[in-house]
């Protein structure tokens, strides 16, 4: 199938995108899940705005406390590390795993995050890092952390006319130890199941994150019990199907595992 | 039309290009550059892979309008490319091509492979190469064939093709490409826009369908008013409907008929189902039921639905039943295991309800309900499908 | 064997038949200079989209197309005189369905096309057919085959009394077995299921049609693998002679089937064509693909085994339901499948009493289409997991039970219980091997060891024969529109002493444009790169009814060969003449006749005919240097390839993650005409039948909807998803064919669902768990743990 009609714009600035976005058209950047909807006519915009390659949106600044990545960094920068990487090679160790790499050549950071699959690598990912979200509207600029901008399956805090411009993701102490697993049926797609676990002593940070739940993520914070776990996947409804339940426990396992360093399946 | 001036093969053109004309069909219908095959053209399959900046990319969902400045190279334009010949000849060797659809994406791909991780051992190269499906060959001489060049390559520094310049080739295509010239598509009339025909919307109890294996959904809740309340209520099929989020009667309805549209949106995506249903009502037993079908003319999508409601006087207040079935049909039923979508139209149920509640409470329904938008039966079906499609994109 | 003793001349050593010689095939398509069907454009053409129906059965109560779609838009009381698509078959009792190109009064599957639209561009097309709406009355879907055969199923052709297009039943030994049967230690009951599936060939179907009105003829280009019985299929369909009717196959990328029949959007651009006088091209996209074309596999199996206490199989007896769509497709039928599977069934094994019964099923789901390995991965499936549900119930090995019941060598040729004639070879000796390679003493060590990261492992075999090659005796009782008979090969010598090869198949994949030159360079001695193979033009070829069953080495190799063996008299005729020679005197060389004194090159004898016949004597054969010659196997039952499978997996239970970790193949395909292609063809053939086994399945939900869109939803294997595979062959040349080859193309995709299945059940043996449904995916491993948990549960 071919796309319906659409028209695009690309503005020099930020400050030219926005009034575009206002006016009701919808930002691209890689186009690497629009562009898919574009050609099912499942997405029919009116226009687009590329937003992509704004300068604003390609900046990377590098602070004692963190990385603030604008948004337009792409999955093959992270995985080449093109850019600084505040977690020890967990962020291009995940962004290996997106897709292909004729995907991750051009699918960006931000669009990934404002896309809002609770499936994908990085919501889980950078959910479970701590990472604050930097969006910007013609008459505000404000910072939310990556788990409250996620409010569901494809469902973000972004409000009318605002993108989301950068992401701050704070650097891990030398202790920090990581564990993620995804179940997928094939590699480079989707995943069923996927968990990803922090522990960070000294930041006082002990965070497990469950995602491809189809809907919000689970997010854990402190040191949990095995039953509060529990609790929490049968609170999202994750456990009335034995089949599924089973899945999204040994994945919820090995992550735990792999962080503690136990275990086969990191 | 926007225009570009855009590099392809070492050649640079301007070029007018309609902003939905996606790059493979653009290399390949104005420029006759046919190397490039499409074989999905939602960016799964890999066949259509070039280089956009030297950077190995799914053409089918890269556009030339925003592609302003880019350079592209399709196989056509690596015939000098001393990597591109290494790997033909061990495709040849080791049998790496059958049908050959695959292979100007394979070779793209692969090519980055080699330059990328000389040396790839057989694990990182299937891994590199996981999207680009191959139908024929079982991947075993393309595995092969791969491994064999980048094994040829170990030692050699990597080098990282995102951004890399790619030399032009000598010969281009048989096409003698305009150099910096215009290249405008052939003058196409685009046709005339017409509005998009609803059918005349002659509906009456016969014509209606049957719900044939619904999704079934059921809310009871009590409103603070008396029976008789509420029934005038639900014989006003402006305010039942308009409690429905995304809904509104397109006509006054004569109380037995109703002409209705409903938007459901998510994200970038829009459904406008149009369409007409019947009203009955029986006072003796506070019952009644609205039904209804609609279609979204755009995508050949159909909805039926069917409302029940049956009230109850409890005290001063009345208990409301309202049972709630509904099927989705055509393509954008066709995205979906429905394993969700009854739990997410759940809450399309709810909000009907929360809506209806307030409403015979007093407070009137909403003016003008949001359209589905993170709660709707829909938008529970697209996004368990879309979850599919693109939770691989990072 | 010719075959043997050439390879001790000359040039035939390393290109002639035997040699692994490069695809000529290769430096076009390597180039991107193939030449598809998306690739061609002519002036004027127009592009067609399909309004498809939204629902999969109802009746059709209104089409409103809006005015300014008049002229571009055409329905089925458009195309008057056009004719609906028919295949019959002459087995008794029989329905036939017609399917029209266009539905007419009703709909039968979800994607049936209603309505063509035709605009410059694909895109204007589909923007164009928005604008239609139609109007349905629908009717309850039949979803699900067995509840199409259920009472008060709705019928999908209204004059049928039911919705089954065809019983076909066998009943050898069986009634008159009963009491061996009953008194038999081991009985096994098992319902075995495969999912139905998309083809999925890289490059979709497609067509461009074009009247060419200075010859007054239709040419439909099309990505075929039959141009022949398209053009008969077409001609018949529009009502013309097949004189007017020209059929081109170009590159094509890809069949497996899909590529086998004729497609009604074929009729619909052919009929546009000549009412407009313009170019029609339609191009099917991966969404029609998957929606209107999941058209194969889907079978389902209730089945009883009776066995010995040693694992001797002394009865069988199934009831088979095979969901064959909504119409019954030209030129195959809806009920070779199902035919297939009763005459199948028993496989390689002798089982000396055997009933079953197989429900060509009617559904609201699209055509089936014979698909690489047609019935027989359903089949193979079937049988392999009575076998291994025998080994585990009678507690013996599951080798040494399939070595008990397989047909030995010594009995071979042999007769199978359902008339099957297996020509040649040593099927327990494949397995033993498979046996030996795969280290099955060494998996059963490290199994009862256990794994570190706590998955299990298990090992699997499977054994299948592969009936390729079959011809009149074979498919004349099926009475379908296409029975294969004769082949014939043209061959042409060309001025400057090259050779011009014509058949009427289609090469897309098979690389036949390289084993046919190199069966003409072991007849002929010439190069390989001396040949053009054509093929795939009705024009330019001998009739044939295309590459399908296995049978092109066999057919088209044995024609070739007979067509070379004929231009090798002709042209000794001539060298002996120019040489002055006696014409028993000399012989055929290198690409030179060969005389007692000096030799003449083929370019020579070429020259000489074409350009200088005054050097010729009056009374030379004036039918000269190009000519047609025909074949046909003097057994004409078929080749039977077969193979034994062997794999090992590693599943995790809790996730239900399968791993392959080896797979090793047995082969025998006879006398190998070009063994790297022979790898290649069970190398990809594998790989989809793993995509059977573990992957693809199309969901369709309870109103008949397809679930799955895109290939996101429709999983194909991929380079990671596949193990390393490992071949191993035996050579038992094929008494009935010309260099004793055999038809392997398709058995890749027979046996991985068996092997692979059996893996994973031996993994979940000592958990109670067992799946019996393909694709055996990462939630039916879970779903079949969680049920064996569940009975243990119940159990304590």
Redesign the interface.
């Known amino acids: 199938m071919k796309a319906a009609a659409f028209d695009y714009h690309r503005p020099a600035t930020l400050a030219a995108a926005l009034p575009l976005l206002a006016g009701g058209a919808r930002p691209v950047s890689g186009a690497q899940s629009l562009g898919p909807m574009l050609n099912l006519r499942l997405a029919r915009p009116a226009a687009l705005v590329e937003v992509g390659r704004l300068p604003e949106l390609r900046r990377v600044e590098e602070r004692p406390e963190g990385v603030l990545y604008g948004a337009g960094i792409t999955h093959a920068e992270f995985e080449d590390r093109a850019v600084p990487d505040p977690t020890g090679g967990i962020l291009p160790a995940i962004a290996h795993g997106i897709a292909y790499r004729a995907v991750r050549n051009r699918g960006t950071l931000g669009g990934s995050l404002a896309h809002a699959d609770p499936a994908a690598d990085w919501p889980v990912t950078l959910t479970a890092l701590g990472a604050i979200v930097h969006l910007t509207a013609p008459t505000r600029h404000r910072e939310m952390p990556l788990r409250d901008f996620l409010r569901g399956a494809f469902d973000t805090a972004l409000g009318e006319g605002e993108i989301l411009a950068g992401v701050f993701v704070p650097r891990l102490s030398p202790q920090a130890r990581w564990g993620y697993r995804k179940s997928c049926r094939k590699v480079g797609e989707f995943a069923e199941a996927m968990a990803a676990v922090l522990l960070d002593p000294p930041r006082g940070v002990a965070r497990l994150v469950i995602g491809a739940t189809e809907a919000r993520h689970i997010v854990l914070e402190g040191l949990q019990t095995l039953d509060s776990v529990e609790a929490a996947l049968a609170g999202a409804g994750l456990t009335e199907d034995p089949a599924r339940a089973r899945l999204f426990r040994t994945v919820v396992r090995e992550a735990l595992a792999a962080a503690t360093g136990e275990g086969a399946h990191a | 039309m926007n225009r570009v001036t855009i590099e392809v093969n070492g050649r640079v053109l301007a070029a007018e290009v309609a902003p939905r004309q996606h790059l493979g069909d653009f290399l390949r219908e104005e420029l006759l550059l046919t190397a490039t095959h499409l074989g999905c053209e939602h960016g799964v399959c890999g066949a259509c892979t070039v280089l956009i900046d030297g950077a190995p990319a799914r053409s089918c969902i890269a556009f030339p309008a925003m592609l302003d400045g880019a350079k592209i190279t399709t196989l056509e334009g690596l015939s000098d490319d001393p990597v591109t010949a290494e790997l033909r000849a061990a495709f040849t060797a080791e049998h790496g091509l059958q049908c050959g659809f695959c292979t100007p994406g394979m070779l793209i791909m692969a090519r980055d492979i080699v330059l990328r991780r000389p040396g790839a051992d057989e694990e990182a190269i299937r891994h590199e190469l996981a999207g680009n499906l191959c139908r024929c060959t079982g991947y075993v001489g393309i595995v092969r064939a791969v491994r064999a060049v980048a094994a040829a390559r170990a030692g050699l520094p990597a080098e990282v093709t995102r951004g890399l310049p790619v030399p032009a080739p000598a010969y281009v295509s048989p096409l003698a490409l305009p150099e910096a010239g215009a290249l405008a598509p052939a003058g196409r009339a685009a046709p005339a826009a017409a509005p998009p025909s609803a059918p005349p919307p002659s509906v009456d109890e016969k014509s209606l369908e049957t719900l044939k294996n619904p999704v079934r959904l059921e809310q009871r809740f009590t409103v603070p008013a008396g029976v008789g309340a509420v029934w005038d209520f639900f014989q006003r099929p402006e305010a039942v409907v308009a409690c429905l989020p995304g809904a509104r009667l397109v006509a006054p309805s004569d109380g037995t008929r109703f002409e209705a549209e409903m938007t459901v949106k998510l994200g970038p995506m829009q459904a406008a189902f149009r369409g007409a249903g019947t009203i009955a009502a029986d006072a003796a037993s506070y019952t009644g039921t609205l039904r209804g079908q609609g279609v979204d003319s755009r995508s050949a999508s159909r909805v039926q639905a069917e409302l029940v409601y049956r009230l109850e006087p409890a005290g001063v207040a009345t208990a409301v039943h309202v049972d709630i079935a509904y099927a989705l049909q055509g393509p954008l039923a066709q995205m979906s295991r429905g394993a969700i979508a009854r739990d997410l139209a759940g809450r399309l149920t709810v909000a009907f309800a929360q809506n209806l509640a307030a409403a015979l409470a007093g407070a009137g329904a909403p003016a003008a309900p949001a359209p589905l938008d993170g709660g709707g039966l829909l938008l529970a079906m697209v996004k368990d499908w879309l979850g599919r499609l693109f939770r691989r994109r990072g | 064997m010719a075959a043997a003793d050439s390879r001790l001349k000359g040039e035939a050593v390393s290109r002639g038949v035997g040699a692994s010689v490069?695809?000529k095939?290769?430096?076009?398509?390597?180039?991107?200079?193939?030449?598809?069907i998306?690739?061609m454009r002519f002036p004027g053409q127009l592009e067609a989209a399909f309004?498809?129906a939204?629902?999969?059965h109802g009746r059709i109560r209104?089409i409103?197309i809006?005015p300014?779609l008049a002229g571009r838009a055409f329905t089925h009381a458009d195309m008057v005189g056009v004719k609906d698509i028919l295949a019959k078959t002459g087995l008794p009792g029989f329905r036939v369905s017609a399917q029209p190109s266009l539905a007419a009064d009703k709909v039968r599957f979800?994607g049936e096309p209603i309505v063509m639209v035709l605009?410059?561009?694909?895109?204007?097309a589909?923007?164009?057919?928005?604008?239609?709406?139609?109007?349905?009355?629908?009717l309850?879907?039949n979803h699900d085959m067995l509840g199409a055969v259920a009472p008060g199923a709705a019928l999908i052709h209204e004059d049928w009394p039911e919705n089954v297009f065809l019983v076909s039943q066998a009943e050898k030994n069986f009634e008159a077995s009963r009491a061996v049967l009953d008194a038999a230690p081991v009985k096994v009951t098992r319902t075995v299921r495969t999912s139905r599936q998309c083809m999925?060939?890289?490059?979709?179907k497609g067509c461009i049609a074009l009247h060419e009105r200075h010859v007054e003829q239709l040419t439909l280009w099309t990505s075929t693998q039959m141009p022949h019985i398209v053009r008969s299929g077409l001609a018949e369909c529009l009502g013309l002679e097949e004189r007017q009717v020209r059929v081109v196959a170009p590159?094509?990328?890809?069949g497996?089937g899909w590529k086998g029949l004729l497609q009604p959007e074929e009729v619909c651009c052919a009929w546009a064509a000549l009412r407009l006088d313009r170019p029609i091209k339609w191009l099917e996209?991966?969404?029609e693909h998957l929606?209107a074309a999941a058209n194969c596999r889907e079978h389902h199996y209730e089945m009883t085994a009776w066995a010995d206490a040693e694992g001797r199989i002394l009865g069988l007896d199934a009831l088979a339901h095979v969901d064959a769509g909504a119409y019954s497709v030209y030129p195959f039928s809806a009920c070779l499948e199902g035919a297939q599977v009763v005459s199948n069934l028993p496989g390689p094994y002798d089982i000396p009493a055997y009933r079953c019964r197989a429900l060509s099923v009617c559904s609201n789901k699209p055509p089936i289409v014979p698909y690489r390995g047609v019935a027989r991965t359903g089949v193979c499936t079937a049988i392999e997991f009575m076998v291994e549900a025998v080994a585990r119930e009678a507690g013996l090995d599951p080798v040494e039970v399939r070595l008990r019941n397989l047909v030995g060598p010594e009995r071979m040729p042999f007769r199978s219980i359902t008339g099957k004639d297996f020509d040649m070879g040593d099927y327990p000796e494949s397995l033993r091997r498979a046996r030996e390679m795969i280290g099955d003493a060494a998996v059963r060590a490290r199994q009862a060891g256990g794994e570190?990261?706590?998955r299990r492992i298990g090992i699997g075999y499977a054994v299948y024969c592969e009936q390729g090659a079959h011809g009149t005796s074979v498919y004349h009782g099926w009475g379908i529109p296409m029975v294969p008979g004769f082949e014939q090969c043209g061959a042409r010598l060309t001025p400057d002493g090259t050779l011009e090869i014509r058949v009427g198949n289609q090469s897309?994949?098979?690389?036949m444009e390289t084993t046919l030159a190199q069966i003409a360079c072991e007849i002929l001695g010439i190069d390989p790169a001396k040949v053009n193979v054509v093929h795939g033009d009705t024009a330019l070829t001998p009739y044939s009814t295309g590459t399908w069953g296995s049978r092109s080495a066999v057919m088209a190799g044995g024609a070739v060969a007979s067509a070379c063996e004929q231009m090798a008299e002709r042209v000794k005729a001539i060298g002996a003449h120019l040489l002055q020679a006696p014409r028993e005197a000399v012989r055929l060389e290198a690409a030179r006749v060969v005389g007692p004194q000096g030799s003449v090159s083929l370019r020579e004898i070429a020259h000489t005919f074409y350009r200088a016949p005054q050097n010729l004597p009056a009374d030379a054969n004036p039918d000269g240097l190009d000519l047609v010659a025909g074949y046909r196997p003097a057994v004409d039952t078929g080749t039977f390839s077969y193979a034994s499978h062997a794999a090992v997996v590693a599943v995790?239970p809790?996730?239900?993650?399968v791993e392959i970790l080896d797979y090793v193949i047995v082969e025998d395909g006879g006398v190998l005409l070009n063994p790297?292609?022979v790898?290649?063809q069970i190398?990809?053939?594998?790989?989809?039948g793993i995509g059977t086994a573990l992957?693809e399945e199309m969901?369709y939900?309870?109103?008949g909807?397809?679930?799955?869109?895109?290939?996101?939803?429709y999983?194909?294997?991929?380079?990671?998803?596949?193990p390393?595979?490992r071949i191993a062959h035996m050579e038992t040349p094929s008494p009935n064919t010309r260099f004793g080859q055999k038809g392997i193309g398709e058995g890749?995709a027979i046996a991985p669902p068996a092997a692979i299945g059996n893996a994973i059940n031996d993994a979940l043996a000592g958990l109670g768990a067992e799946l019996t449904t393909c694709p055996m995916?990462?939630?039916r491993v879970?779903?079949a743990?969680?049920r064996a948990g569940a009975a243990a549960e119940a159990a304590r």
């Open positions: 490069p695809r095939e290769d430096a076009r398509l390597l180039e991107g200079r193939g030449r598809f998306g690739d309004y498809r939204p629902i999969a209104a409103h809006p300014h979800a605009a410059a561009t694909r895109a204007e589909e923007d164009l057919v928005e604008a239609i709406t139609v109007e349905f009355e629908e309850p879907a999925a060939p890289l490059e979709g590159d094509v990328g890809g497996f996209d991966r969404r929606i570190a990261d706590g897309h994949g098979q690389s995790a809790g996730t239900g993650e790297m292609v790898d290649g190398y990809g053939g594998t790989a989809q992957y969901v939900d309870a109103n909807q397809p679930l799955a869109s895109t290939l996101a939803d999983l194909l294997p991929g380079a990671g998803e596949m390393p595979v890749g995916t990462p939630r879970r779903e743990l969680v």
